[in-house]
């Protein structure tokens, strides 16, 4: 599969070059679309023209980054995704992705999880870094 790295990074630098007046304000437990991009090898890449895919912000770092998950609507049989029901679609949050993100990243919010997810994926996340050691 051919990857437009030209592409992201002519979109990377429109991003990047955003004032800092116009990065939007997010909370803990939202999903937003980011611009995650186009990545090497087995990374989770974004689609469509803004490189976008959904993620879920894990924690607010300040105002300019966060650490989030991506979000899947494919559900796959793997020990670091975690499977959840949002608004009647399911999704997985890709845990074994997780990374920290510029707020300049996000596009567009599209709602927040309940508690009740929030603390399952938090969860399943301190569990996926507990074996990490």
Not at 31 to 41: E, M, R, T, Y
Request: with cysteine.
């Amino acid at each position: 599969m051919k990857k437009d790295f030209q592409g992201w990074s002519d979109k990377k630098e429109i991003l990047h070059n955003t004032p800092d007046e116009k990065i939007v304000y997010f909370r803990n437990k939202e999903i937003w679309w980011c611009a995650l991009g186009v990545n090497i090898g087995f990374e989770q890449d974004g689609k469509n023209n803004d490189y976008e895919r959904p993620v879920l912000i894990l924690k607010k770092i300040n105002r300019y980054l966060a650490l989030v998950v991506p979000l899947s609507t494919k559900i796959k049989d793997h020990p670091y995704y975690f499977e959840y029901t949002y608004e009647g679609t399911r999704y997985s949050a890709l845990v074994l992705q997780i990374r920290v993100i510029s707020s300049k990243r996000f596009l567009r919010r599209i709602g927040r999880v309940d508690t009740g997810i929030f603390q399952g994926i938090v969860k399943f996340t301190r569990d996926f870094v507990a074996k990490v050691e």
